[in-house]
T-cell receptor, first 112, second 114 residues
Framework: NAGVTQTPKFQVLKTGQSMTLQCAQDMNHEYMSWYRQDPGMGLRLIHYSVGAGITDQGEVPNGYNVSRSTTEDFPLRLLSAAPSQTSVYFC???????????FGSGTRLTVV | AQSVTQLGSHVSVSEGALVLLRCNYSSSVPPYLFWYVQYPNQGLQLLLKYTTGATLVKGINGFEAEFKKSETSFHLTKPSAHMSDAAEYFCAVTGSGNTGKLIFGQGTTLQVKP
């Protein structure tokens, strides 16, 4: 039981490049979310999903896309990286609204 | 819509003293409330949660929180701080209307002095 697995752990991108942050969970959780963490701003919700085929925008969705083709996977795509997207990204999953999220270990992204 | 305000970005206590971390929420529907802890360079770990029922909830590591609807608060407490409690703490809220949206506060860094 691996929990929530995020890859890569570290990434450096040049401005304008695109990339996909991977997130997979093996707990059969319906709910998944992507957050970014910046100093002094807590965790801000980017996109979330309540099940396969269902996604919705969070607080800061601009510049990011998601899809949820399977229960297990919830990749986050950066369309054209900008320095403002330098952050630590966390993926999380939970069984339902009554449950707490299980978090991945994070991806530290730097855009230069 | 939901939002969370954590009062005090940094809290410093002496070892053995009471820990009190403040959280106020706003929610248009009955809220579900959570506290998480983050140790340096790690992900977040669930401390405790309130969904329905008893308003005083106990969590891991000796922490507890009380849901006060009249004050829209969910403050986190621990009677006696340990050095190992030094970390960042986040309060979070979701609405009870089957939404996947969990909104976090800005976080409070707890420092424990020997």
């Amino acid at each position: 039981n691996a929990g929530v697995t995020q890859t890569p752990k570290f990434q450096v991108l040049k401005t304008g490049q695109s990339m996909t942050l991977q997130c997979a969970q093996d707990m059969n959780h319906e709910y998944m979310s992507w957050y970014r963490q910046d100093p002094g701003m807590g965790l801000r919700l980017i996109h979330y999903s309540v099940g396969a085929g269902i996604t919705d925008q969070g607080e800061v969705p601009n510049g990011y896309n998601v899809s949820r083709s399977t229960t297990e996977d919830f990749p986050l795509r950066l369309l054209s990286a900008a320095p403002s997207q330098t952050s630590v990204y966390f993926c999380a999953s939970r069984l339902g609204q009554d449950y707490g999220y299980t978090f991945g270990s994070g991806t530290r992204l730097t855009v230069v | 819509a939901q939002s969370v305000t954590q009062l005090g970005s940094h809290v410093s206590v002496s070892e053995g003293a009471l820990v009190l971390l403040r959280c106020n929420y706003s929610s248009s529907v009955p809220p579900y409330l959570f506290w998480y802890v983050q140790y340096p360079n790690q992900g977040l770990q669930l401390l405790l949660k309130y969904t329905t029922g008893a308003t005083l909830v106990k969590g891991i590591n000796g922490f507890e929180a009380e849901f006060k609807k009249s004050e829209t608060s969910f403050h986190l407490t621990k009677p006696s701080a340990h050095m190992s409690d030094a970390a960042e703490y986040f309060c979070a809220v979701t609405g009870s209307g089957n939404t996947g949206k969990l909104i976090f506060g800005q976080g409070t860094t707890l420092q424990v002095k020997p």
